[in-house]
T-cell receptor, first 112, second 112 residues
Framework: EPEVTQTPSHQVTQMGQEVILRCVPI?????FYWYRQILGQKVEFLVS????????KSEIFDDQFSVERPDGSNFTLKIRSTKLEDSAMYFC??????????FGQGTRLTVV | QKEVEQDPGPLSVPEGAIVSLNCTYS??????FMWYRQYSRKGPELLMY????GNKEDGRFTAQVDKSSKYISLFIRDSQPSDSATYLC????????????FGTGTSLTVIP
């Protein structure tokens, strides 16, 4: 069964460093998403991406965040200068035209 | 404003019981409703999805949406220990590319 793949599974970084989280969405999907989940809190929307453009973003997704689809298969989330409060599970998801989004297993980001 | 409210539990039931999980919401524009299952430190797994009001059944799972009351439910019949997980409701206004608003999740334990 096709699945969304995320790497790495766990990333530890020092405050102020840049991190890139990587995702391989399901191959025939058109919409791509990043969500995050701080421990014990709700899953929160960050950004959606379609046709090589951001289609929607939340207040969390400020200038420190960027997304890119550098080739036909990868979808990345970059955090330019990490803060302690960026520590969370980051989930990539993808969907076809409808609303059924399939999530990856997540990258646990720890900022120290 | 809390868009989606969900009782976090924890909920503990004996094997074979019928489980009822619920969410309420405030935004009458929500049209798409999903239930996800999440195991500890894993990504959300799509269980059920419905558009607008009504019921949908898939095996032991039944999803109900009552838009007039802004209330959605997930019923699990003949619950199994393998159903032990956190159940997240999610909803969105539109289809592809639109953000999902998640509940906090209800932690369920099915006791053998």
């Amino acid at each position: 069964e096709p699945e969304v793949t995320q790497t790495p599974s766990h990333q530890v970084t020092q405050m102020g460093q840049e991190v890139i989280l990587r995702c391989v969405p399901i191959s025939n999907h058109l919409y791509f998403y990043w969500y995050r989940q701080i421990l014990g809190q709700k899953v929160e929307f960050l950004v959606s991406f379609y046709n090589n453009e951001i289609s929607e973003k939340s207040e969390i997704f400020d200038d420190q965040f960027s997304v890119e689809r550098p080739d036909g298969s990868n979808f990345t989330l970059k955090i330019r200068s990490t803060k302690l409060e960026d520590s969370a599970m980051y989930f990539c998801a993808s969907s076809v035209e409808d609303f059924r989004a399939f999530f990856g297993q997540g990258t646990r980001l720890t900022v120290v | 404003q809390k868009e989606v409210e969900q009782d976090p539990g924890p909920l503990s039931v004996p094997e074979g019981a019928i489980v009822s999980l619920n969410c309420t919401y405030s935004n009458s524009a929500f049209q798409y409703f999903m239930w996800y299952r999440q195991y500890s430190r894993k990504g959300p797994e799509l269980l059920m999805y419905t558009y607008s009001s009504g019921n949908k059944e898939d095996g032991r799972f039944t999803a109900q949406v009552d838009k007039s009351s802004k209330y959605i439910s997930l019923f699990i019949r003949d619950s199994q220990p393998s159903d032990s997980a956190t159940y997240l409701c999610a909803m969105s206004v539109g289809g592809g590319g639109n953000q999902f608003y998640f509940g906090t999740g209800t932690s369920l334990t099915v006791i053998p």
